[in-house]
């Protein structure tokens, strides 16, 4: 078996076992529950703003430690803060405790990058795009697995929201033990440079007003490797400066990542928020059947068969992007409006799986878009930005409609705010999309 390979199956065991956490979809039940005794105002707006705070805090230290630490121990890390999330999940009592969880809980989603990155420093080039398709899978079929494996147990009475815990420990433990299998790495992108990058030159020729600085790094590299192998702040921080104008300079490119910050800042707070609402839906109406786990793998199986669709459709984005955004987000604005003013609960699920699927779809274009513009290196760099931007824009959102220091709103309102907050991005994107096709039609008409 060539080595790319095996490192892609234990990446791959490594990303289902560690999505298999039945509990999950179950987490805000559990917490009101009599295992808990929280209410619902401390679950809310005490509790869960607490990751968007950790995660927003956690990522740019996270970021930098993953490449000096060469990925796989913040791989295993990772799998770490998720048996600490679940043993004080399991074991802790009150707010303090599951603010804890909630802490931990960030972390092992911020950590998530080096389990993306470490493709990169392992697996030749040519294999990076199979490698890439293969790890997305297995994560969406963890997910997907987890959702069948908790409504199942739940449905059937085999297990208590309390018990599913216990799966989702053992699995996330499972994970940690195949993390520790994964081969080491001996370079990274900016701290633990082997040789001077390939593409500098290529760089050099493509953006000549950056010539001068290019020139200097690429200079200063090449020394480093021959001399000292080792690292200097300066060259560190000069790396990571140019990365970031040589990706960001580009217009088309920051219009993809804005978008693509704002929107992810909509649905972290949506995947925040969904359980508070079904939970109050499911409490004014009277529901007795719930179907959280059934709804995620439901939508996470769509999605994965709707990324593969796009993947086989050859469609022009750099011309129709703007429209296609601004229809998908007036859409998935009415949805998650309409969620929050139903009181059936299988009009939020509707209503919520349909959010989750158009998000998938326009994700994949907005990543497979802005991964054009850029080299391989960078992509570390521009995801983990992007999402900072997102989390920055969601840390406000959760401080104004969700915290207690806040409105503190109830999920349905929540619903409707996020819902606007989706018609706005629609609405910039046809202003956009519109002054573009007018200024193209009034060059063609220049032209004639
Ligand atoms: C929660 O409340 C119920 C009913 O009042 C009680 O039986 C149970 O012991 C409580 N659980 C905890 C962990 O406090």
């Not at 065991?13 to 009599?34: D, H, M, N, Q």
């Not at 209410?39 to 809310?44: I, W």
């Not at 707070?269 to 109406?285: D, F, G, H, K, M």
Request: glycine fraction near 6%; aromatic fraction near 16%; hydrophobic fraction near 50%.
């Amino acid at each position: 078996m060539e080595r790319w390979f095996k490192i892609c199956l234990l990446l791959c065991l490594f990303g289902v076992l560690k999505e298999l956490r039945p509990s999950e979809p179950f987490l805000t039940e559990y917490l009101v529950g009599p295992w808990k005794n929280l209410t619902t105002d401390q679950v809310y707006s005490e509790i869960f703003p607490v990751w968007t705070y950790s995660y927003l805090a956690l990522l740019v230290v996270v970021f930098l430690v993953t490449d000096f630490l060469l990925y796989k121990p913040v791989i295993v890390f990772e799998g770490i803060c998720y048996i600490m999330t679940w043993c004080v999940l399991i074991w802790g009592q009150g707010v303090a405790a599951m603010q804890g969880v909630e802490f931990l809980y960030a972390a092992a989603t911020a950590t998530q990058i080096a389990y993306n990155t470490y493709i990169y420093a392992q697996v030749p080039l040519s294999k990076f795009q199979v490698v890439t398709a293969y790890t997305q899978a297995a994560l969406l079929t963890g997910r997907c697995v987890a959702g069948i494996l908790g409504q199942v147990l739940v449905a059937t009475g085999l297990c208590d929201y309390y018990t599913l815990n216990f799966i989702s420990l053992a699995f996330v433990s499972a994970a940690t033990v195949v993390a520790c299998f994964l081969p080491s790495v001996s370079q990274s992108i900016y701290f633990h440079r082997g040789k001077p990058r390939e593409d500098d030159k290529a760089q050099d020729q493509l953006n000549s007003q950056q010539t001068h600085d290019v020139k200097e790094v690429h200079q200063i590299t090449t020394e480093d490797s021959e001399s000292e192998p080792e690292w200097t702040l300066t060259s560190v921080y000069r790396l990571l400066w140019i990365d970031f104008k040589a990706s960001f300079s580009n217009a088309y490119m920051l219009k993809w990542s804005l978008w693509w910050a704002f929107a992810m800042c909509g649905y972290f707070q949506v995947l925040n928020y969904i359980q508070p609402l079904w939970e109050t839906v499911a409490y004014t109406s009277e529901a007795t059947n719930i179907y959280n786990g059934a709804v995620e793998a439901l939508h996470t199986f769509l999605s994965a068969l709707a990324i593969v669709a796009i993947g086989y459709t050859p469609v022009n984005w750099s011309i129709y992007g703007e429209p296609v955004i601004a229809v998908i987000s007036l859409f998935e604005g009415a949805m998650l409006y309409i969620a929050g003013t139903t009181n059936e609960l299988w009009v939020t699920y509707v209503t919520y799986m349909a959010f989750c699927i158009t998000y998938s779809v326009l994700i994949t274009i907005a990543s497979s878009e802005v991964a054009k513009g850029l080299k391989q290196e960078s992509y570390g760099l521009v995801f983990g930005i992007n999402t900072f931007l997102a989390l920055f824009f969601q840390t406000i959102l959760t401080l104004i409609v969700a915290d207690s220091a806040g409105l503190a709103l109830a999920p349905p309102d929540q619903f409707k705010v996020y819902g606007g907050y989706y018609v706005v991005l629609g609405v910039v994107f046809i202003s956009m999309a519109a002054y573009n096709a007018g200024r193209r039609s009034g060059r063609h008409r220049a032209e004639t």
